[in-house]
């Protein structure tokens, strides 16, 4: 197993190298992304693959259900860097469809210890229970939980300390909501940008959010 993912690895980089020499020259040179991405740990879901950009043109921070928890000292820190270190102008929080933590959340089962992490996934399911439990078809609930799930990330991004004072410094810093479908590989945009507080009171107008 190591040493075919250090062949991989190697036939990787010198692909690179033939098809642009200077690539890892650039590379080298302190990176500037314009954009933190926000995601799933799940494996089918690559944010540079995704959108098509190379290394160094987004920053990223992952964990299972893309998950923004203001005791999270990790993923702060991230949202920190990113904002006050490199510059970025965009958070993008990037659910996708068929999430094992989203259904696993809303299963009534023991999973160990990722239930704690779960609960608060479930927080999100039980604001939104009656919308999503009136959908007839399983799926189509699952669906939504996790496109709910990134919205309420995206308001718990918002809530930041971190970007409240990037907004009072008048910094251009911008939150998207999108999802992304793994069966055919394509994003949505779950029309939730935030660009300043005020955008939040449309969030909670237009999606029926808690306050909390």
Not at 112 to 133: A, C, F, P, S, T
């Amino acid at each position: 197993m190591r040493d075919m993912l250090f062949e991989r690895n190697r036939l990787w980089a010198e692909r690179m190298l033939a098809s642009d020499p200077e690539f890892f020259k650039r590379l080298h040179k302190q990176q500037s992304p314009d954009y933190l991405w926000i995601g799933c740990s799940d494996s089918r879901v690559s944010a540079n693959q995704i959108v098509d950009l190379d290394p160094g043109e987004i920053f990223v921070h992952r964990n299972i259900a893309n998950v923004v928890v203001h005791t999270d000292l990790n993923c702060l820190s991230v949202i920190q860097f990113a904002v006050e270190v490199l510059k970025v102008k965009h958070i993008i929080v990037c659910g996708h469809y068929g999430c094992g933590g989203v259904k696993a959340a809303m299963e009534n089962h023991e999973h160990g210890l990722i239930d704690n992490w779960l609960r608060h996934i479930q927080d999100v399911y039980r604001v939104h229970k009656n919308e999503i439990d009136s959908l007839p078809i399983k799926n189509d609930r699952y669906r939504l939980l996790c496109e709910k799930n990134v919205i309420e990330q995206v308001v718990n991004v918002c809530h930041t300390t971190i970007a409240q004072k990037a907004w009072r410094k008048e910094l251009k810093l911008s939150v998207h909501g999108w999802i992304y479908s793994v069966k055919n590989g394509l994003l949505k945009d779950l029309e939730v940008c935030v660009s300043h507080p005020q955008d939040l009171s449309a969030i909670y107008h237009h999606h029926g959010l808690s306050h909390s």
